[in-house]
């Protein structure tokens, strides 16, 4: 039966401790393999046969992909840092709080102990939390593999649901997100008020300056194929006067930007005109105007 949860299929098995080890294996079983890290979205899939890979590369034992630093004007996050280690990191929380604004709403406890941000990220879904913020926040993403690394900005990896920029023989190494002057607003909406799965989210990153909006950006997710960072927000309200009128125009710009579609948890009509509620939510409180 489709969608049934069976014991694992069989795979082999192998258990990383380097970097180097890792893209040595990718290099040589390429779409025959998966990465594991915190296992909280890939067993499942196995189970239910969406994917049955031979093989398994366990980096969850590999630490050059966990740790959070500060690198000049950057902040560095390895792509198998667990969720609740940056949440509760001081560096995240004093840097680029919306982060860990946005972690804070995802999951469980226990779920935010085994998942990793860069499983978060590679899974590629458009209700993917971490996405928004780090949209917002100006993220790229560093791309390695046995021929070296790139440099990707986040807001050209993503390609649909569960696609992205990755190439088979790549592993995501880290995230690198500018830190940037703001104030940030992360709102989600789904069947409870946090952990679970969002039917719609919207985060915001902007400054202002002189009453004017200097730079703007927001970005959504579970409303299109995949995160959306919108572009006409952000020069459609350069410059422009913070005020009720140009919060109710960003709203109703991301009402037109979506792509939403009806499932068991909304229809596409509801996840539109929430897409809009959630974004002039946001902006009011960057803004320092009354939720």
Known sequence: MEGEIRPLPRFEYFSARSVKE??????????EARLLAGGTDLLV?????????RVIIDISAVPELAFIEKRGEDLHIGAGTTLNAIRKSELVNTEI???AEAIGYMACQQIRNKGTIGGNICSASPAADTAPPLLVLGASIS???????????LSEFFLGPGKTLKEPDEILREIIIPIRQ??????KLGRRKS????????????????????????AAGAVAPKPLLSIKVREELKGVSVNEEAVDRAAEMIKKEVDPITDIRASAEYRREM????????LRKICGMEV
């Open 45 to 53: 899939w196995m189970k239910k046969r969406v994917v049955c890979p």
């Open 97 to 99: 709080p919306l982060l």
């Open 182 to 187: 703001g104030r940030g607003a992360f709102l």
């Open 195 to 218: 952990f679970t799965l969002s039917i719609v989210s919207v985060a915001a990153f902007g400054t202002i300056e002189n009453g004017r909006f200097e730079d703007l950006k927001v």
């Open 22 to 31: 890792v893209v040595s294996l990718t290099e040589q079983y390429r779409e």
């Open 275 to 282: 897409s809009g509620v959630l974004t002039k939510r946001a």
């Open 143 to 153: 791309l390695a593999s046995a021929k070296g690394e790139r440099v990707v900005p």
